[in-house]
């Protein structure tokens, strides 16, 4: 199975489960079940294309949000899919990718990208390891010694730009287990 085939399925069980109580996305589900399917126990990512384009047609509120499509089995024909839901209805997709796609690099505007990179999220690492830094120092987990700009700057440059880094060598600082030493 493609992970785009999961995607789909993940973005239709959360729009069922936003929209229980909803007869007409209910109605949707249910005649993809009953009369769209070709006798197969699971949905094909064709007739889950459908039923999603067919679910979020008028919906003003749908955003899809989709992390690491870079690390997608198949993200060309996912990128392609969600490019074409998204130009025939009126939902917002916000997609997370290195630029490894060359579809996304063609296809999606250069005044709707955004690039993340070291430097536009080291400010905002810094500000985070210094209040931590600090609280683990208050907290004694750190010695009073310790110099929080020298420990920030260092652990600055470990984070390579990932604040995700950041809050795992936070947490791992907060260990009980290890010692100031």
Same mark, same amino acid.
Request: proline residues 2%; charged residues 20%.
């Given at each position: @199975?493609?992970?785009?085939? *999961?995607?789909?399925?993940?973005?239709?069980? #959360?729009?069922?489960?936003?929209?229980?109580?909803?007869?007409?996305?209910?109605?949707?589900?249910?005649?993809?079940?009953?009369?769209?399917?070709?006798? #197969?126990?699971?949905?094909?990512?064709?007739?889950?294309?459908?039923?999603? #384009?067919?679910?979020?047609?008028?919906?003003?509120?749908?955003?899809?949000?989709?992390?690491?499509?870079?690390?997608?089995?198949?993200?060309?024909?996912?990128?392609?899919?969600?490019?074409?839901?998204?130009?025939?209805?009126?939902?917002?997709?916000?997609?997370? *990718?290195q630029l490894t796609i060359p579809i996304l690099v063609?296809?999606?505007?250069?005044?709707?990208?955004?690039?993340?990179?070291?430097?536009?999220?080291?400010?905002?690492?810094?500000?985070?390891?210094?209040?931590?830094?600090?609280?683990?120092?208050?907290?004694?987990?750190?010695?009073?010694?310790?110099?929080?700009?020298?420990?920030?700057?260092?652990?600055? #440059?470990?984070?390579?730009? @990932?604040?995700?880094?950041?809050?795992?060598?936070?947490?791992?600082?907060?260990?009980?287990?290890?010692?100031?030493?």
């Amino acid at each position: @199975m493609f992970i785009s085939k *999961s995607a789909y399925q993940s973005i239709l069980a #959360q729009l069922l489960f936003r929209h229980r109580h909803e007869q007409n996305i209910i109605d949707k589900f249910s005649f993809a079940i009953n009369h769209v399917s070709h006798g #197969q126990l699971k949905a094909t990512s064709l007739e889950l294309i459908d039923l999603l #384009q067919l679910c979020l047609l008028h919906h003003k509120d749908a955003y899809i949000v989709l992390d690491a499509i870079d690390e997608c089995d198949n993200n060309k024909s996912l990128t392609q899919h969600l490019l074409r839901l998204s130009a025939k209805s009126v939902i917002k997709i916000l997609l997370f *990718s290195q630029l490894t796609i060359p579809i996304l690099v063609r296809k999606v505007p250069k005044k709707i990208q955004l690039a993340i990179n070291r430097a536009s999220t080291s400010g905002d690492i810094r500000i985070y390891l210094t209040k931590q830094i600090n609280i683990l120092i208050k907290d004694k987990l750190l010695p009073h010694t310790a110099e929080p700009s020298r420990l920030v700057n260092h652990l600055i #440059q470990g984070t390579d730009g @990932m604040f995700l880094w950041a809050r795992l060598i936070i947490a791992y600082l907060n260990l009980t287990s290890l010692t100031q030493a």
